[in-house]
């Protein structure tokens, strides 16, 4: 017996990475960059999905905040994959400052009818057990309280792993971000398709 699955093959055409290195393809070829990654994944499934690489390294989310009118304006986006918060932690900047740009940049993006998927942090232990528990709490509180769909930690299964990151130990290698685009891919059809 064969069995037909429809998918709505146009839910989703056109997605914006907005993030900072850990999605920008920092230290990467072109052809490794995630946006590409992701593309070539979709299309393999026969999904003609657009991804957009608007990730800067080194920003905040101060700094997406800043830039988060702009960039959301660009025609026809259909979803955001919103990946900032490490440099935030990495600075300890104050988890509530951290929360609040957040909730910013998903009400802009909500004001445009853009979907929003938000990929999460997790604080080291090195910043004490107080930081960490705040800064942790701050993406599960966001995709409640504006009911978007949370990638709980956008490096699980690549963070602290050194045959998928760099030689800094940080930033996702061309392994890591196969692992990265996995993850991205399956919070994309499981809520969207």
Known sequence: ???????????????????????????????????LVL????????????????????????????????????DEIDLVILGLGANDMLRGIQPNVTEKNLGQIIQ????????????GMIAPKSHGFIYKKKFDSIFPKLSKKFEIPLIPFLLEGVALDPNLNQQDGIHPNKKGVIIISDTIKKSIIDNFY
Do not use: C, P
């Open 1 to 35: 017996m064969i069995f037909l699955i429809h998918i709505n093959a146009s839910a989703i055409e056109k997605v914006l990475l907005f993030g900072d290195s850990l999605m920008s393809g920092y230290g990467l070829s072109q052809d490794d960059h995630l946006s």
């Open 39 to 74: 593309e070539d994944k979709f299309l393999q499934d026969g999904f003609d999905i657009d991804f957009i690489n608007a990730s800067v390294s080194g920003d905040t989310s101060s700094g997406g905040l800043n830039r988060a009118e702009w960039s959301l304006s660009e």
């Open 108 to 119: 802009i993006a909500k004001d445009k009818d853009i979907k929003v998927i938000l990929a």
